[in-house]
Structure formats: structure tokens, C-alpha cells
């Protein structure tokens, strides 16, 4: 068969609206989005439900979040009419699948995720130790299962929760007959965005740029970044392999790259420069994203638009799925 | 307010159908729901989802019975132009408030929970450790919450259950604003109704009278139980006190109970002649229901309808407190 009509595997990806967009996800995740809807087809979901597993007492910021990221993927190039862009909550289905698949899953496959253990100590001031935010490796296996995904995106470190979802698959399909589609991971490169201090970019830690921000924070936010201690001055060598804005020009500066790292090293580039340099490409890389988004964000209806197409176009699927796995179960 | 006038409270109470009802079941259930309808606002529901949190793998006997727990409660007289009832799958929205209040309950609630383990050594050969057990107490909160339920009869060993509803309706209300109501427990006496072997009635243990028996079968059943192990033939005196026919005598058998105890007591009267007693009043007893039942079992379509019947009735309820959920959690 040629690659040309080859059918497309389905793709499945859900995105946490749990706040303003920063650079780290936007090459974590958007990036990879962009490049995916061009080769597969894409099931993307605005994942609300999952918000509540960490953010069940912040949920007033729910309907702003939902929006911005609406707009925000759409303005990044994510195209409603190539994907199937939607709301989880749209889909009640989801809990309804939920529910049925929590009866067969046994508490041990839950409790043996890494990642479910690690969110406890991250949020260990907070109350957050619920039967919800247990069942997260279940609600994923139902966003990916319900739409019959093929492939999902993950990082090392979401492959234990993926290996998950094909057990449940697994013993669903032997108990009830096969119903469920096993997915298989799609290992994508997450690269480690530096924020402001030298972490990882995260909202958490107050070091972030976001995809919005305006001119004056991006170059704001620049200047506070941490560079290598041992170049104190205009002169003094740096390493880039240790500095954060060099990180960041591999990003944004394939123009200057080379010279950024020849003249850090030798010294005769001083980090005031350098992190200029870094600011401008920031602000010229996100230009066009931020005039589409300024444009976006003033078309009465159109977040609620481009929700509501989405969940007709995704319901079929669903429901097709729901009944298949109702009939399995002997239920009505 | 005179009685007349004063508005009735609402009593939700669920019946799994797990297989066939029995004698237990009977005085245990049926005979509690019978006597509430006349008092109060009844909602009586068939919980088959609650069935696939121990028999996740026995399914294909579901729509068996769930249509004969249908028809037994019709022909034992729950009236289902005076009651709400309906099957809980029929009631998607139980499976999203149950994803909702799952996000804000926290694990060591459910753990802490009697039955739960309970349940896991009774069934310790099978292997239903799973997310769906654990959550059950949540679902039953839901069940409760989502049809505004005040009243809720329990048995003693149900207590913490309830309890542990309201701790979940009152950090929903603290969360989110005061939607969800608060039941409380209708302490009703669950008699202990003895199977052939002297142990609590119960299907589990081959020890039953199912309510649908035949006469025969009746009879076959009642001569194999056991009597006081003192009293060995006519003439030796018995112990009705520590005997499990006597027990049921005092069910069945109000014309001759005093008879019976004093000529047990005195020998004059044989096991053989007592248990003929006994099993000729059971007979008695649910021979009106039996004839009900087999005229009900021939009406085509009686049990889809009255199923349709009772979900169209109970989803206006259903659909206002989501509404109100959703509203308070900011979710569309």
C-alpha cells in the first residue's frame, strides 16, 4: 500500500486548562500538535475534567482557562476543521465509560503509577489524596478508548500510564469480547524549556514566559533569567551547555546560534546582550501568533462555536464506542 | 401544619438484582418498601451498576434480573404510579456526578468504610479489588444526592455508609455553595430471616427460599432445615427460641403461634408436623403474590415500559440537581 492511501491513524491528545500558556508547553506540547495534525487524525481535547484531579477548589478560573486555551491553540495553527478539537465535559459518555471500566480495574494498577505518587508530594500542602485524582490513569484510558485512539503522544514519563490503559484494555476485552482498541505510545520528544531561575518552566515556580505575554514582560522576564555564575562580565568565558538563555537560543535563534555560542565563550559577548538578542527573537517568534490570537479573541461566539462543532463531530464516535461496550456488558 | 398537609419527605432506597429474591430479601426489603410508599415521597431504583462492582463478570444474568426484580416488585405491590422507579444505568448523569464528587473525596473516607473490606474478604477467592468497590459508598452518595434523597432506610451496618454521604454533601456545599441536600438515615429493623442451615438467609450459602418457589419446592425446602439438635424425635421438648423454623412461624404463622411454641416446648409436637405447618402458610402467604407475578410475567413490553416510564419520571429531578452542579463547579 502507498503512503498516500494508507488510512491515517487516529491520534489522541488531551490538553489540562489549568492556566496561560507558556513557552514550555508550547514546545512541549503545541508544537507537536501542529506537526501531528498534519500526518494523522487528530482527536484534541480540552481535558476539564482532569483540571478537577489537582484544581477541584480553583474551578472559577475554569471557564476563562478553557477559553484562552481555545483561542490559544487555534491561534498557534491547531485547525478545527482538519482535527476534532473538543471539550471533554461536552462528552458525558466519558464518565458514563468511566464508571463502567473503574468496576475492572483494579486498585493496585492505580496505585503502582509513578506519577500518582509523585502529584501527592508536589501538592503535599494541599488536599488532593481523592479517589478523582486515583482514577486519572482510568480517565485517560477512557478519553483514549472512547474515540477508539490508535496513538498517543507521550513522554517517558507518561508510558507507565499508557502500559496502563492497554491492561484495562486488555482485560476488558477478555472479559467482555473485543471491543476496545489497544493504543500504542508515540514517544515524542518533550525537551526541558528552562524558566526564568534555570528549572523546568512551570507556572509553579514562577518562572515562566508566557505564548501572550506582551513586549515589555518578554523582555522583562529575560533579563531576570539566571546565566552561568562563573561569567560575572563582558569578557569573563561562558558555558552555554550550562545556561538557560542558551537553551532558550536553540529555540529561537537558529540566525545567531553559532555566533551566540562561539562569542559567549570566548567572553566578547556580554549577558545583557546576549539575553537582548534572546528577547527580540522571543517577541518576533510569537508576533503572528499574537496578532491572530488579538484577532480571535475579538469574534463574538466563536469559543463556544468551535466547541459545539466539536463535540458533534466527536459524539458519533462516542456513541458508536458506548454502545459496542454496553452491548458487551449486558447493559441498557 | 396538620399531618394531611405537611409535604412528605423523599426516601431513596436501591435493589440490586442479583439474582432471585428470597425470603430474606422479602421481610429485609420488599416488605420496608411496601409499607414506605404509603407514607412517603418513594424513589426506588434498580442498581445495576452497582451489581458490576462484585458481579463484574457474571453481566450476561443482568437483563435476567433486572426484568425479575422488575416484575417481583410489581407483584409484591410497589405501585409505580405512587413511587418513582427506575433502573440507575438508565441515569447517565449518576456517572458524571459520581466523576464530579469522586474529585473532592478524599481516599481514607472510602477506605475507613466497614463493608468495604468486608466485601473483599467475603469474596476473597475472586478478585474485585478494583476502583468500582471502593467507590461504592460514592456512587450511593450519588444516587442519594442527585435525586435530593432525605430520608434513606439503612440497617445499623449501613450507618457509615450514610454517614460518609454527608461528609461528602457537606464538603460540596463548603466548596461549591449549598446545592446537594443532606439525608438521613431511616433506621428500619432488617430482620434476620434464617436459610435451611440456621444462618442468615442468603444466596450465596445454597440456603433459600426464593420467593417465586414453588409449592413443592417450598416444601422440599422447609423439611431439609435444621431444628433444635435437643429435640430429636415426638416427645422430646423443644427449644423455639433457638430454632430457625420457629423463627419463620413468627412471620407466617400468626394463627398458630402461641400453639406452636407451647407444644414444641412440651414435645407433643413433631419437627415433621411443624414444619408441614410452616410450609403450608409460606404457600399461603405468597400465593396471591405468585399468581400476580405469573400474570404480570405475560404482559409483553410491561417491564421496558415501566422502565421508560420510570426514567422519563425521575429525570426532570435528575437533570435540575446536575444543572445546579455543574453550575456551582463552573463545568458546562
Not at 458514563?96 to 468496576?103: D, F, I, K, P, S
Not at 518533550?190 to 518552566?201: A, H, Q, Y
Given at each position: 500500500?502507498?503512503?498516500?492511501?494508507?488510512?491515517?491513524?487516529?491520534?489522541?491528545?488531551?490538553?489540562?486548562?489549568?492556566?496561560?500558556?507558556?513557552?514550555?508547553?508550547?514546545?512541549?506540547?503545541?508544537?507537536?500538535?501542529?506537526?501531528?495534525?498534519?500526518?494523522?487524525?487528530?482527536?484534541?481535547?480540552?481535558?476539564?475534567?482532569?483540571?478537577?484531579?489537582?484544581?477541584?477548589?480553583?474551578?472559577?478560573?475554569?471557564?476563562?482557562?478553557?477559553?484562552?486555551?481555545?483561542?490559544?491553540?487555534?491561534?498557534?495553527?491547531?485547525?478545527?476543521?482538519?482535527?476534532?478539537?473538543?471539550?471533554?465535559?461536552?462528552?458525558?459518555?466519558?464518565?458514563?465509560?468511566?464508571?463502567?471500566l473503574g468496576m475492572i480495574t483494579p486498585l493496585g494498577?492505580?496505585?503502582?503509577?509513578?506519577?500518582?505518587?509523585?502529584?501527592?508530594?508536589?501538592?503535599?500542602?494541599?488536599?488532593?489524596?481523592?479517589?478523582?485524582?486515583?482514577?486519572?490513569?482510568?480517565?485517560?484510558?477512557?478519553?483514549?478508548?472512547?474515540?477508539?485512539?490508535?496513538?498517543?503522544?507521550?513522554?517517558?514519563?507518561?508510558?507507565?500510564?499508557?502500559?496502563?490503559?492497554?491492561?484495562?484494555?486488555?482485560?476488558?476485552?477478555?472479559?467482555?469480547?473485543?471491543?476496545?482498541?489497544?493504543?500504542?505510545?508515540?514517544?515524542?520528544?518533550?525537551?526541558?524549556?528552562?524558566?526564568?531561575?534555570?528549572?523546568?518552566?512551570?507556572?509553579?515556580?514562577?518562572?515562566?514566559?508566557?505564548?501572550?505575554?506582551?513586549?515589555?514582560?518578554?523582555?522583562?522576564?529575560?533579563?531576570?533569567?539566571?546565566?552561568?555564575?562563573?561569567?560575572?562580565?563582558?569578557?569573563?568565558?561562558?558555558?552555554?551547555?550550562?545556561?538557560?538563555?542558551?537553551?532558550?537560543?536553540?529555540?529561537?535563534?537558529?540566525?545567531?546560534?553559532?555566533?551566540?555560542?562561539?562569542?559567549?565563550?570566548?567572553?566578547?559577548?556580554?549577558?545583557?546582550?546576549?539575553?537582548?538578542?534572546?528577547?527580540?527573537?522571543?517577541?518576533?517568534?510569537?508576533?503572528?501568533?499574537?496578532?491572530?490570537?488579538?484577532?480571535?479573541?475579538?469574534?463574538?461566539?466563536?469559543?463556544?462555536?468551535?466547541?459545539?462543532?466539536?463535540?458533534?463531530?466527536?459524539?458519533?464516535?462516542?456513541?458508536?464506542?458506548?454502545?459496542?461496550?454496553?452491548?458487551?456488558?449486558?447493559?441498557?
Amino acid at each position: 500500500m502507498s503512503a498516500s492511501t494508507q488510512r491515517k491513524q487516529r491520534v489522541l491528545t488531551g490538553y489540562r486548562p489549568t492556566g496561560p500558556m507558556h513557552i514550555g508547553h508550547w514546545f512541549g506540547n503545541v508544537e507537536n500538535m501542529l506537526r501531528l495534525q498534519e500526518e494523522h487524525e487528530c482527536f484534541y481535547f480540552i481535558a476539564d475534567w482532569h483540571m478537577l484531579t489537582t484544581h477541584f477548589d480553583r474551578t472559577a478560573e475554569l471557564p476563562g482557562f478553557t477559553r484562552e486555551l481555545v483561542l490559544d491553540l487555534l491561534a498557534a495553527g491547531i485547525d478545527p476543521d482538519r482535527v476534532t478539537l473538543y471539550r471533554q465535559s461536552d462528552i458525558k459518555e466519558v464518565a458514563e465509560m468511566t464508571l463502567l471500566l473503574g468496576m475492572i480495574t483494579p486498585l493496585g494498577w492505580l496505585e503502582r503509577v509513578p506519577t500518582y505518587k509523585e502529584r501527592l508530594r508536589d501538592a503535599a500542602e494541599r488536599d488532593i489524596a481523592n479517589y478523582g485524582l486515583l482514577g486519572y490513569p482510568l480517565l485517560q484510558t477512557v478519553d483514549i478508548t472512547i474515540v477508539k485512539g490508535e496513538l498517543v503522544p507521550v513522554g517517558e514519563d507518561q508510558v507507565p500510564h499508557l502500559e496502563l490503559s492497554r491492561e484495562i484494555v486488555r482485560r476488558f476485552n477478555r472479559l467482555y469480547g473485543p471491543v476496545l482498541v489497544e493504543p500504542q505510545p508515540l514517544l515524542s520528544e518533550t525537551p526541558l524549556i528552562p524558566g526564568t531561575d534555570g528549572r523546568k518552566m512551570s507556572k509553579s515556580l514562577d518562572n515562566v514566559i508566557n505564548v501572550r505575554d506582551d513586549e515589555e514582560t518578554v523582555r522583562r522576564a529575560v533579563r531576570t533569567f539566571i546565566t552561568d555564575p562563573q561569567k560575572v562580565r563582558r569578557g569573563d568565558p561562558g558555558r552555554p551547555e550550562i545556561c538557560p538563555v542558551f537553551t532558550l537560543h536553540r529555540r529561537f535563534s537558529p540566525d545567531i546560534l553559532a555566533w551566540t555560542e562561539e562569542n559567549c565563550r570566548s567572553g566578547a559577548l556580554g549577558c545583557v546582550e546576549c539575553k537582548t538578542n534572546l528577547a527580540d527573537r522571543i517577541v518576533t517568534y510569537f508576533r503572528d501568533f499574537r496578532e491572530r490570537r488579538e484577532e480571535l479573541e475579538h469574534r463574538p461566539g466563536l469559543v463556544e462555536e468551535i466547541l459545539a462543532a466539536g463535540a458533534a463531530k466527536v459524539r458519533p464516535v462516542v456513541e458508536e464506542t458506548m454502545k459496542a461496550v454496553r452491548d458487551a456488558m449486558h447493559l441498557s
